[in-house]
């Protein structure tokens, strides 16, 4: 048994974009932090994931980090020269607002599991800390959960797999040919930087689907609406970019000039010292870079969260945060909501719904 137990109404789990949107809510609402809810987070600062994003990230790379409520992102900008990189200036931001609106997180605490007992949620930490709440708003993001398929021959491969989540810098990879999976945004970026400094190999389950013409609010809401009917419906969200195509940049267009765009179909098995196709044809590889995603970072739910037979939850409210079998508990950040814009909205309804639930 765990010696130190805090009593709370709501507890907030995570302090990236969506944990923070959702905290200036439940204040607003004249929830008092400490006592009516608590924010509980793993990361040792702030900043969400974006504290772990690699430091060639920079803000003109980055699709775009909308503001948090109350606060702009602009006025927050220092002037020196790391200012531009995401990992720096994103933590920065977060570090004010919890200042601002004094947010006070309890840092680093890792939530392992959540139970149910008499109507109430217990917080199991990976300290000596127990939390019960009656409601909990679940802002755990995706970082903590990078997702690789699984292919034939994975343990036999003698070189080095890597994720995303993995990724430095370009320079690490200078001398060794390295095979890049994946037709997401993060896997073009991070082939475009390796490739200047050594072999690559690219190769995607599908053709990449790449649209030319301005990304627009259109698209994007178009995206939005296909994975929110999708969480309503109980089936697991999409990533973003398999619905709206990947916009073509001046960056991806000097990429082609360089010959590196040139994509093969997935590789069948992995050997020893490479990757199979199933036409026999091999390539030799040092590295295999997996840009394969991430999932909802949830399994610290899984004794409390319902599921459908295919693994989905399916949501309702007005921004589908709400878990339909299980209102007293909110996903942010989740499907319709995993984008900067999204988390930020959804904390707000996640906030007032919830508050209404537990008053009924
Ligand atoms: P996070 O920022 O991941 O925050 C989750 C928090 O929960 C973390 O602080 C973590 O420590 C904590 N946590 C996790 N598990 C636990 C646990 N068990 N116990 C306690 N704490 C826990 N979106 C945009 O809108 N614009 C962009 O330009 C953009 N660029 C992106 C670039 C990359 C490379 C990636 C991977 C994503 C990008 N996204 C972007 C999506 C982005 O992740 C979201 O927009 C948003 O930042 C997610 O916010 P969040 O609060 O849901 O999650």
Redesign the pocket.
Known sequence: AKNLRYKTKIAV???????LSAAYHLKKAGMEIGRDFII????PLP????QF?WPS?TLST?????DLPGMSFEETLVTDETAVRANVSVPHYYDLYEKKFSLQVYRP????KVFLRENRFYIDTTQEVLFSALGIIN??????SPYIPEYPGAALFQGEQLH?KDFKTADYFQGKHVIVVGAG??AIQLLDQISKVTTTTWVTRRPPDFKVGPFDDMAGHHAVALVEARVRQGLPPLSVVSVTGLPVTPAIKEMDRRGVLKRLPMFSEITKDGVKWEDGRTERADVILWNTG?RS?LA?LDPVLPKEENGGIRMTGRLATMVAKEPRIHL??YGPS????G?NRAGGAAARELLKTLDE
């Not at 509980?40 to 990361?43: G, N, P, R, Y």
């Open positions: 789990i995570g302090a990236g974009q969506a944990g509980l987070d793993e990361a900043g969400g994931a974006w994003r990230l980055v699709n775009k980090i909308h605490l890792k939530v392992e802002a755990t993001g995706t970082w903590e995303t945004i993060s991430f970072a610290h942010v950040g995993a984008s900067t814009i988390a």
